[in-house]
């Protein structure tokens, strides 16, 4: 039997009220109060950054080629390789990262959508200042894993500097 079969509302539903029933009043109320339901809903997808700024769809020239690379005659026969240009900046993207087409058409218009915003804010684009502070990051350990390497190199040196001497 099912443990939604006493309930007269969907098993979906059943569960919900299963886990709520070991919660202290106060955790159920923060659970069930609707704002904060679609607050933690609207702040899933949501990165701490601001949004790219959209493409005009009118703006856009899309064409589909077909594909090269690996894959053999499923590749090179169909036309799912999307390039994508924005006629006021003169931007082209290919994208054939996938076998889908319009899985190819997101990802085309996402990385137009950086590339256009690095074309027009250069330095103060918000993927600019990303790849910045990645590299930045990269830097910082890779100069960590030099300095370590450097302190085996001389406590290496030191311990065998004093097996030799005893």
């Known amino acids: 039997m099912s443990p939604s079969a006493g309930f007269p509302w969907p098993a979906a539903l059943a569960r919900i009220c299963a886990?709520?029933?070991?919660?202290?009043?106060?955790?159920k109320q923060a659970l069930l109060a609707p704002a904060a339901a679609v607050s933690a809903v609207q702040a899933a997808g949501r990165k701490d950054r601001p949004a790219l700024p959209p493409l005009d769809e009118m703006d856009l020239e899309e064409q589909f080629v077909k594909g090269h690379g690996p894959g053999?005659?499923?590749?090179?026969?169909?036309?799912?390789?999307?390039?994508?240009?924005?006629?006021?900046?003169?931007?082209?993207?290919?994208c054939h990262q996938t076998r889908s087409v319009?899985?190819?058409?997101?990802?085309?218009?996402?990385?137009?959508?950086?590339?256009?915003d690095i074309f027009y804010n250069g330095e103060n684009s918000l993927v600019y200042k990303e790849k910045q502070e990645a590299e930045?990051?990269?830097?910082?350990?890779k100069k960590r894993a030099k300095e370590t390497l450097e302190k085996k190199k001389l406590l290496k040196e030191l311990w065998e500097s004093s097996k030799n001497v005893h």
């Not at 029933?21 to 106060?26: F, S």
């Not at 090179?76 to 390789?81: D, F, R, V, W």
């Not at 319009?102 to 256009?116: F, G, M, P, S, T």
């Not at 930045?136 to 350990?141: A, G, L």
Request: charge should be positive.
């Open 19 to 27: 886990a709520l029933r070991g919660l202290r009043p106060r955790d």
């Open 72 to 94: 053999g005659q499923a590749t090179n026969k169909t036309s799912n390789c999307v390039v994508l240009k924005h006629v006021p900046s003169g931007i082209v993207v290919k």
């Open 102 to 116: 319009d899985q190819n058409r997101k990802l085309a218009r996402k990385i137009l959508q950086e590339k256009v």
């Open 136 to 141: 930045r990051k990269k830097q910082e350990r």
